[in-house]
Nanobody
Framework: QVQLVESGGGLVQAGGSLRLSCVAS????????MGWYRQPPGKQRELVAN???????QYGDSVKGRFTISANNAKNTVYLEMNSLKPEDTAVYYC???????????????WGQGTQVTVSS
């Protein structure tokens, strides 16, 4: 059973910073990619950032230049450093990752339980 456990959410004032962590129960090398999505109140889930096993990084347009994704392979942890936070960054943030079975070659996406980030104006 693969688990992803997020931490680091909370309440912060606009302009502030937070760092989210996601600990995987498997080596992050076993994932094709890992990343973060978020779901603002009343809206659809959207990409925040992801990083592939080869180190290729992608960011959502609304967070470019403010958020940074990184990984610590030894700790099986992916981080999301969030700076210059805005009220519109308020959302539940989910850690996610994709692994592909080496037997069936079937990909499967795993999700964490989510962590709330609230940015006050």
């Amino acid at each position: 059973q693969v688990q992803l456990v997020e931490s680091g959410g909370g309440l912060v004032q606009a302009g502030g910073s937070l760092r989210l962590s996601c600990v995987a129960s498997r080596s992050i090398f076993s994932f094709n990619w890992m990343g973060w999505y978020r779901q603002p109140p009343g809206k659809q889930r959207e990409l925040v950032a992801n990083i592939t096993s080869g180190g290729i990084i992608q960011y959502g347009d609304s967070v470019k230049g403010r958020f940074t994704i990184s990984a610590n392979n030894a700790k099986n942890t992916v981080y999301l450093e969030m700076n210059s936070l805005k009220p519109e960054d308020t959302a539940v943030y989910y850690c996610t990752g994709r692994r592909t079975s080496t037997i069936s070659e079937t990909p499967y996406d795993y999700w964490g339980q989510g962590t709330q980030v609230t940015v006050s104006s």
